[in-house]
């Protein structure tokens, strides 16, 4: 009887972790295209984000516009495609950071008085994505693991 558990067991295991790299193509097809469609929204309304910019107290407005509009646009083709995924993760979730310290702070700061309002706050669903993708890679379905396989011969999703 254990032995035919652990069995079961294992069988599920191994039917679960396939699972996993097309968990993780999901996920960067969508958010990606999420991150994509914000950052093209900012480019085709710098003025009024400008002027949000400058309302928050964000140095720079224009410029700073910009370039976030830039990132999450690029960063956003970047994790559909599954290219330098970890590294674009890592502006992007820093990007996700600043937008609750300056845009959500209330929400920021109820992290653990009201985790419910800190999670509803719009950065929270795109930094969750980019710890993710920084955190467990692209998944087998991505140009960063055709890139390390064929540099390195070796076929590991984890290590892209």
């Known amino acids: 009887m254990k032995t035919q558990l652990i069995g079961c ?32 929204g900012k480019l085709h309304n710098i003025s009024g984000v400008t002027n949000y910019f400058t309302q928050l107290g964000l140095p720079f407005p ?41 845009a959500d702070r209330k929400a920021l700061l109820a992290f653990f008085s009201d985790p419910g309002m800190f999670y509803i706050a719009d950065p929270f669903t795109f930094l969750f994505i980019s710890l993710l993708i920084l955190t467990f890679g692209p998944g087998r379905f991505a140009f960063d693991t055709l890139i390390a396989k064929y540099w390195t011969g070796y076929d590991n999703p984890t290590t892209s």
């Open 9 to 40: 067991y294992r069988s599920f295991k191994t039917a679960t972790s396939n699972l996993q790299s097309s968990f993780l193509l999901v996920i960067r097809l969508y958010w990606g295209f999420q991150f994509m469609q914000i950052g093209w």
């Open 62 to 102: 224009h410029l700073t516009v910009i370039f976030i509009a830039l990132l999450e646009f690029g960063g956003g083709i970047l994790l559909m495609l599954g290219l330098a995924s970890r590294l674009i993760a890592v502006p992007l979730a820093s990007d996700m950071l600043v937008a609750y310290i300056v």
